[in-house]
């Protein structure tokens, strides 16, 4: 079971001591009956003791302040501030919408206009290979008005 190397050890087993039962003695019961003592109630075990004890009363805890009823304006102004606070802050988020989408807005309209401007400059200064339109040269321009037609 166990390998070469380690050693044998002997194994030592303890028993458990046995704890015995308690010894029950039954008491005498004597009863007693002073006369300013409360209601005794009394219960018989189902090992036959009797269990005598005094009825106690528990003590009431103190009755809660009565808190004053709260006023019909008082809530209703409560209310109106809450509803006017909400109010204010819907506009608030409302008008920063606003000029988000109006500033989006602007940025497209310059997207536009610089897209449509380099299409226009790509169609204007492009070369398209035939002279023409805007090209200008000089030297014919002054030979055609002097006109010296050749």
């Not at 019961?29 to 006369?35: A, D, F, S």
């Not at 006017?84 to 500033?103: H, Y």
């Amino acid at each position: 079971m166990y390998p070469e190397h380690t050693p044998q050890r002997s194994v030592e087993v303890h028993q458990p001591t046995p704890i015995p039962p308690p010894v029950i003695h039954s008491a005498p019961v004597v009863p007693v009956q002073p006369g300013t003592v409360p209601a005794v109630a009394s219960i018989v075990l189902p090992d036959g003791r009797v269990v005598t004890g005094y009825a106690i009363d528990h003590p009431q805890p103190a009755p809660l302040a009565v808190k004053p009823a709260v006023s019909r304006a008082a809530v209703n102004l409560a209310l109106g501030g809450v509803g006017f606070l909400a109010v204010c802050g819907g506009l608030l988020l409302l008008t920063s919408f606003i000029a988000a989408l109006t500033a989006f807005v602007g940025q497209l309209i310059i997207l536009a206009a610089v897209v449509f401007g380099g299409w226009i400059a790509v169609q204007v200064l492009g070369a398209s290979g035939h002279k023409g339109g805007t090209t200008v040269n000089i030297r014919r321009a002054v030979i055609k008005r002097n006109h010296f037609h050749g």
